[in-house]
């Protein structure tokens, strides 16, 4: 029905930077919150960021000032710009994707299968 895809992680030395993707593709009315989660071994999943409809946005303490998230509509893309990245920012990063149904205006999540983020010191 819907479908998520991910792209832009890799292996960056501390001090750089990465640019996580996220486009939703498939049924789609519209998008409402779009997130960004990420896990560490033995830890758990974790919200980073996350934005609204309307922009407004949220951030995990442990990033804030240093990572953005934004949103292209017209895409059904969310992005997660990371800068000074740190060791401990090395996790799987996952986007959540709260996508309304046409005519019934039920929205469900959708995750994507995730993208490795590695930060090496």
């Known amino acids: 029905q819907v479908q998520l895809v991910e792209s832009g992680g890799g292996l960056v030395q501390a001090g750089g930077s990465l640019r996580l993707s996220c486009t939703a593709s498939?049924?789609?009315?519209?998008?409402?919150?779009m997130d960004w989660y990420r896990q560490a071994p033995g830890k758990q999943r974790e919200l980073v960021a996350g934005?609204?409809?309307?922009?407004?946005?949220n951030y995990a303490d442990s990033v804030k000032g240093r990572f953005t998230i934004s949103r292209d509509n017209a895409k059904n893309t969310v992005y997660l710009q990371m800068n000074s990245l740190k060791p401990e920012d090395t996790a799987l990063y996952y986007c959540?994707?709260?996508?309304?149904?046409?005519?019934?205006?039920?929205?469900?999540?959708?995750w994507g299968q995730g993208t490795q983020v590695t930060v090496s010191s």
């Open positions: 959540k994707v709260e996508v309304r149904r046409p005519f019934t205006g039920i929205s469900d999540d959708y």
């Open positions: 498939g049924s789609i009315s519209r998008i409402n919150r």
């Open positions: 934005i609204t409809s309307g922009a407004g946005t």
